[in-house]
């Protein structure tokens, strides 16, 4: 998803322009990485009361055997959702 955003993104602007949003988009992609790994799964999870209390960084995970593909749809989504907005605002700022 992020790359069909970032070419999205490099198609809505000019020539000039093109190599600052790649390098926006990556910059978006890693951040946002970053930081859904460290907080967004704690507080995304909905049986981590309001704000979370456990989870952050992954730690405490229940078992070994934990399956992660919950931690990885909701991180797609949530690098996607930084990659739309930073594309919406291109040339703009």
């Given at each position: ?33 970053m ?20 989870y ?38």
């Amino acid at each position: 998803m992020q790359l069909g955003f970032a070419m999205l993104c490099v198609d809505s602007v000019r020539a000039k322009n093109t190599m600052n949003i790649m390098l926006t988009n990556v910059l978006d992609a890693v951040t946002g990485s970053m930081f859904y790994y460290l907080f967004g799964f704690a507080y995304g999870s909905p049986f981590n009361g309001f704000i979370g209390r456990h989870y952050f960084a992954l730690g405490s995970i229940p078992s070994s055997s934990y399956d992660y593909n919950n931690f990885f749809y909701q991180w797609a989504f949530a690098i996607a959702v930084a990659g739309i907005t930073s594309s919406s605002i291109a040339e703009r700022t």
